[in-house]
């Protein structure tokens, strides 16, 4: 019962918050608010550009394997060197 009573006073003020239409009392809170949405739009953006560049890897490389299954064995250099 002692959570109850001490989160009583945080939904309050919430709730005051909230009905008064001003959710943020400084220019700090303002400020934080706007890096924190910077920060997940970045990450956002990030893992978009991580979606695209897998599924435009996976759809190269299929049509290159398909395209030339002859060359499999010439990728790369050989070392002639490395013969007996």
């Keep these: ?3 109850l009573e001490e989160l009583e006073p945080v ?3 919430v709730l005051g918050k909230l009905k008064s239409r001003q959710p943020f009392q400084s220019k700090w809170d303002t400020a934080a608010f706007v890096i924190f949405l910077t920060f997940v ?5 990030l893992m978009l550009f991580v979606c695209i560049h897998c599924c435009c890897y996976h759809r190269c490389c299929r049509h290159r394997s398909s ?9 790369g250099v050989e070392n002639l060197a490395l013969e007996p």
Excluded at 41 to 45: D, F, K, R
Excluded at 67 to 75: A, G, K, L
């Design 41 to 45: 739009g970045t990450v956002l953006l």
């Design 1 to 3: 019962m002692d959570n």
């Design 11 to 13: 939904a309050e003020e």
């Design 67 to 75: 395209r030339s299954q002859v060359n499999e064995r010439s990728m």
